[in-house]
């Protein structure tokens, strides 16, 4: 069974994303279904049942605390311990599936902050040159 997101906890670190919703939940749910067995540390003889929890501590401990994952990590301990269920992960293999989650929220969030450029005043700060730079997919 799915972990579901309204099942954590509501402490605040702080600056944090917006709460993810149950439609990007499931999207999010949909993904590591398709794709878990890819991932490096999974175990044989675990399913995706085991590893659900810990990727829904990832993905919605991202939208809700952001930021580092090594700051928010005792709330999301705390997370895991609530929502495990019957999971059969070791506290390593949790932490894994649950930093693939976060990274995989954090990247999403980062590649379209990309898109918005700076602004002028900013990049002249951070001595970034002041032309935009294409990138060119190699022949």
Request: charged residues 30%; positive net charge; hydrophobic residues 35%.
């Amino acid at each position: 069974m799915a972990a579901h997101p309204e099942a954590f906890d509501d402490h605040d670190l702080g600056n944090h994303a917006p709460a993810i919703s149950q439609a990007d939940a499931g999207k999010e749910d949909a993904y590591w279904r398709r794709t878990f067995r890819r991932e490096g540390y999974v175990k044989p003889g675990l399913d995706y049942e085991d590893y659900a929890p810990a990727y829904c501590v990832g993905y919605t401990g991202y939208a809700q605390y952001g930021g580092d994952f090594e700051q928010a990590e005792n709330s999301l301990w705390a997370n895991w311990i609530r929502i495990k269920g019957d999971s059969r992960l070791s506290p390593d293999d949790a932490r894994q599936a649950m930093r693939a989650a976060w990274n995989r929220m954090g990247g999403q969030r980062q590649r379209f902050a990309i898109r918005k450029p700076l602004p002028a005043r900013l990049r002249r700060r951070l001595g970034m040159p002041s032309f935009r730079l294409s990138l060119v997919a190699p022949r």
